[in-house]
């Protein structure tokens, strides 16, 4: 199983304080710093994923549940009225978030914030965020990353100017968060609430090839 680099210094600190531990004869701390590396290379596990053919399909852009399908009048960086779809991750899910379409990589901001449940609906305005507008011929969208309570830190692996792939791995969210996606509302859903969906695999939408 492929790890995410960024998971080796939790994983490998763990180890070495188990085999510390060990060395000591303390038990009980060696076994609870073993199943703490184990925990942590579940966490920053990193699958493979091919998206689906045809790049008029807007793919996942995480693992988790859809909490969320909102229609909104308008957003500052899309045109029109659009549809915002939320995405939460639990701890047991996989935190590589990746592109839902191939696009230019407009704007790649970093918002400083709060850490409220990620779960929570304010939680999309008040915490720490990283925001991709991603510009296509297709569509424009707009993707979020959240952090919540557990999770205070983002990695975003692209900046403004780049170009990515649809399924492209784009950021990593530590330890539960959840993602925002906008879309234009003439993109046609294919999820529904409390669908459970896959990064760069599961079909988030469909627009006008």
Request: glycine share 8%.
């Amino acid at each position: 199983m492929r790890i995410a680099k960024e998971g080796l210094p939790f994983i490998l600190s763990s180890l070495a304080l188990t085999l510390a531990f060990l060395a000591h004869g303390w038990w009980p701390l060696a076994l609870f710093f073993f199943l703490l590396a184990a925990a942590f290379t579940f966490f920053f596990r990193d699958p493979d994923r091919v998206p689906p053919p045809g790049e008029h399909l807007l793919v996942s852009p995480a693992d988790g549940e859809v909490l969320g399908i909102d229609a909104l009048p308008s957003h500052p960086d899309l045109a029109g009225p659009v549809n915002k779809v939320t995405i939460f991750l639990s701890l047991y899910d996989v935190h590589l978030v990746r592109s839902p379409l191939t696009a230019a990589v407009v704007r790649a901001d970093y918002h400083p914030g709060k850490f409220l449940p990620a779960y929570k609906p304010e939680a999309g305005t008040h915490n720490e965020s990283n925001t991709l507008v991603l510009k296509a011929g297709a569509a424009d969208i707009v993707m979020k990353m959240i952090v919540g309570v557990a999770a205070r830190r983002i990695k975003c692996f692209v900046k403004a100017g780049a170009s990515v792939a649809r399924g492209q791995k784009v950021g990593l969210m530590y330890f539960g968060s959840r993602v925002e996606l906008t879309l234009p509302r003439d993109a046609v859903l294919k999820v529904g609430l409390h669908d459970k969906v896959k990064a760069g695999q599961t079909v988030i939408a469909e627009v006008q090839p």
